[in-house]
């Protein structure tokens, strides 16, 4: 098998030297090249296959943000990495929309390699390019119009904390890129297992102020057929309802973690569909839950992978349908998901092709961690159902 192929772009001459000399150990295992300008990374592109492509964002001409930009309409299966000194706002924006993973200048050899190794991995055993692809053009989470104008009344200019934590907290796309930000070394330091309400309050409104109208401005405006927006609705309502429950089940390390999880939980059906605007559902098979034949699940799990998420998140979307028989010490975090998810399936959030796996559930039901609760487990799924239901509902501006 070939090597792997990175491409590299930084206007400054003594950038792309660092870059030669600190990956010189790395040539045994992957091809690179080193380019001065946009222009002529595309060029490159055209005619070979990269695998990975880490561009500076400040550059004159064509800058970072437009060339990855272009690549994720031309080259969706390629990997895009942001490698820039600049976290002003305004560069936050075009990055969290531009880039899969981002590194702040000068960046240690040892992490950028960890970074570029990571994303060589295809987290799908039988999609694997496939499954890049589809997931790797994604910039933007589709919302349903009542979620949009949600999204809206974030953005004026008297909304507060408490209304950026909510609306965070309830909406799928916003959630993972923020995730997505917080996650990577972009933003410097941050708190391990960090929630999404610590996250919102860690960067303050403003900064969730443009992360939520980049991500607004990329959303489809299109319609979908019946079919199409059931199942979004769906797998919406069915996100949140489990995020809510999953507070209440899950442990208080495992927590944020837990909510994440639940509520990303079926982001590889909402950007599958995403791509069947107007009826078009030619490509989507709704009842094998596929996309060109890549199963909903494994282009989310490899979304969450390009975009770096913590590896406890993606583990438990990725098993959110696989039986689970926790350890008595703890249910951990895909444990949890699982059991906030199948007490959901006896509500009116349920997802019509998840099943309801009562002994399982009984067993999960059983474990010490969640006897110990004095819960009623029926009625609070309702609860948890009944606030997923009231997001649902259109907002009174």
């Not at 592109?45 to 943000?65: F, K, L, Q």
């Not at 999880?261 to 079926?266: K, P, T």
């Not at 909903?296 to 583990?315: A, C, M, Q, S, Y």
Request: hydrophobic residues 45%; charged residues 20%; aromatic residues 4%.
């Amino acid at each position: 098998m070939s090597k792997p192929r990175a491409l590299f772009v930084d206007d400054e001459p003594r950038i792309l030297d660092g870059l030669r000399r600190s990956l010189r150990g790395k040539r045994g295992e992957w091809e690179m090249e080193f380019v001065s300008d946009g222009a002529e990374a595309l060029e490159l592109m055209t005619d070979n296959h990269y695998d990975v492509v880490v561009s500076d964002m400040r550059m004159p001409g064509m800058d970072g943000a437009e060339l990855l930009t272009q690549i994720s309409r031309r080259h969706p299966e390629v990997a895009r990495v942001v490698l820039s000194g600049h976290i002003e706002p305004e560069a936050t924006v075009q990055v969290a929309v531009a880039g899969h993973r981002f590194l702040t200048k000068p960046s240690d050899a040892e992490t950028l390699t960890s970074v570029i190794d990571q994303l060589l991995v295809r987290t799908s055993a039988h999609h694997q390019e496939e499954a890049r692809r589809i997931a790797g053009g994604v910039r933007a989470i589709p919302t349903l119009p009542e979620h949009a104008d949600r999204i809206v009344a974030l953005l004026a200019p008297d909304a507060s904390l408490s209304d950026a934590v909510c609306t965070a907290m309830h909406d799928v796309g916003l959630s993972a890129k923020l995730l997505q930000l917080s996650n990577s070394r972009f933003f410097g330091a941050q708190p391990r297992n960090s929630s999404v309400e610590s996250i919102v309050n860690a960067m303050g409104v403003p900064m969730v102020q443009a992360v939520a109208g980049a991500g607004h401005a990329l959303r489809p405006s299109s319609t979908w057929s019946p079919a199409v927006e059931a199942h979004l609705r769906t797998a919406w309502r069915h996100a949140v309802a489990t995020a809510c429950l999953v507070d209440v089940v899950a442990s208080p390390a495992n927590r944020p973690h837990a909510q994440a999880a639940a509520l990303l939980q079926d982001v590889g059906r909402l950007v599958c569909l995403a791509g069947v605007p107007d009826g078009d559902d030619c490509a989507v098979d709704l009842q094998a839950q596929t996309r060109d034949g890549v199963p909903f699940r494994d282009v989310g799990v490899e979304l969450l992978h390009l975009w770096g998420l913590p590896v406890p998140i993606i583990t438990a979307v990725a098993q959110r349908d696989t039986p689970q028989s926790p350890d008595a010490s703890g249910l951990g975090v895909t444990a949890a998901v699982r059991t906030a998810h199948l007490l959901i399936q006896r509500t009116e959030s349920a997802c019509p092709d998840g099943g309801t796996h009562e002994a399982e559930l009984a067993q999960l039901l059983a474990h010490p961690q969640l006897r110990a609760k004095d819960v009623d487990w029926a009625r609070a799924a309702e609860e948890a159902s009944e606030q997923a239901a009231s997001w649902d509902r259109p907002l009174r501006l």
